[in-house]
């Protein structure tokens, strides 16, 4: 009996360790999660460390092969393009297919253009020795001056003017003097996939979604003779070649539609080129449509990407106050329309925008007009 009561004993003193520790557990759960610095963006930020982890050190790695990717997809639409759709057009409407191909190479020079110019520009960096008056703070990770609208980039290592984003398609980072060249290239591939896809919608119709089954072939020889009609419909079964080719055979017989049979313009491999095609510039006008349209709305709010989430988060800290947070950098939308494009000095919108143009962002990227200061014009001083 001693010995049952021994082993009860042992029992509970492993359950009410098992209670202690457990107690312990969750004191050291609440004391790390329930304080007034713990919130959902700091458990997301936790969270999310190894992907940022992941990104910091390897995107840099990734970039070569992304511009490869793209000039290798441009390559292949374009070409595509030109096998298949100048020959239909041609034979379609040849006054249609020049004013496509003006139109089309106008567009695909702005591309090429502005996306190796957005590839090989710098986005900006500040100099060594940036004064106390420039300086809005300093870098925690570069341990130097920040000017204002300066962000520090984890994947390149250091700090960009007026940073907008990292971009691995572009392997290098959006910024001061490259975000026209990163914007006008997103438009101008927009424009082009639209203008594809609304050229090709005739030619997907007439190779994709008319029938073009296969074409009846006989897969066993037939048995039995062969036969003829004559004049009156009755079927003549042939015993000798040749026997009855002096008969007439009906109209009605004479007339019959030849099978169809393939040709190189409805081949499979031609169809899955155009569904290839087809998915291609669908799926980049709703991406790069949808990423091009967000960042004209920043810019017509005088934002980066960076600054559109520091805005927001200044202005839900204002409205605590009861105050109004006002973009120090927001001139209306004209005017940074205006600022963005270069539309300064005498500038015209046809040779800045529709035609490439090399011409650099005003300023030096450290320091920049605010609506707090006093009026400018235009014209730069």
Not at 32 to 39: A, F, G, K, R, Y
Not at 117 to 140: F, L, N
Request: net charge positive; proline share 7%.
């Amino acid at each position: 009996m001693a010995r049952i009561k021994w082993r009860l004993g042992a029992n509970q003193n492993i359950f009410s360790t098992f209670r202690l520790r457990w107690s312990y557990m969750k004191h050291c759960w609440h004391s790390l999660t329930i304080n007034s610095h713990m919130n959902s963006s700091y458990a997301i930020d936790v969270c999310m460390t190894p992907i940022f982890w992941i990104v910091d050190n390897y995107t840099h790695c990734l970039g070569p092969f992304f511009v490869v990717g793209v000039a290798v997809l441009t390559t292949v639409v374009v070409s595509i393009a030109y096998w298949i759709g100048l020959p239909f057009w041609w034979a379609k409407s040849q006054l249609a297919t020049i004013l496509l191909l003006i139109f089309g190479n106008w567009v695909l020079l702005n591309i090429i253009f502005h996306y190796v110019m957005a590839v090989i520009t710098p986005p900006g960096h500040p100099p060594e020795g940036v004064s106390q008056v420039e300086a809005v703070s300093m870098c925690s990770k570069c341990i130097t001056p920040k000017p204002p609208r300066t962000h520090h980039c984890s994947v390149c290592n250091r700090c960009i003017l007026k940073m907008d984003h990292h971009c691995p398609w572009l392997n290098n980072c959006v910024g001061y003097a490259n975000h026209r060249y990163f914007f006008l290239y997103m438009l101008y591939t927009t424009m082009g996939c639209l203008l594809l896809i609304v050229a090709g919608v005739e030619i997907g119709h007439k190779y994709l979604w008319l029938d073009h089954s296969e074409p009846w072939t006989e897969l066993e020889p037939l048995e039995g003779h062969p036969v003829q009609y004559n004049l009156s419909g009755h079927i003549i079964p042939v015993t000798h070649p040749h026997e009855y080719d002096d008969i007439l055979l009906p109209a009605a017989v004479h007339n019959l539609p030849t099978p169809a049979v393939h040709t190189d313009e409805s081949s499979p491999a031609r169809r899955r080129i155009l569904w290839f095609m087809a998915v291609t510039n669908v799926a980049v006008v709703i991406a790069l449509g949808s990423l091009c349209t967000w960042h004209a709305k920043l810019i017509t709010r005088g934002e980066t990407s960076v600054e559109s989430h520091i805005n927001e988060a200044e202005t839900k800290r204002f409205l605590q106050v009861n105050r109004i947070y006002i973009n120090p950098y927001n001139f209306g939308s004209k005017k940074n329309w205006k600022l963005f494009l270069g539309l300064v000095r005498g500038r015209s919108f046809w040779r800045t925008v529709l035609l490439p143009s090399w011409h650099r962002p005003e300023g030096n990227g450290l320091t920049f007009h605010t609506v707090h200061d006093a009026p400018f014009e235009d014209e730069w001083p």
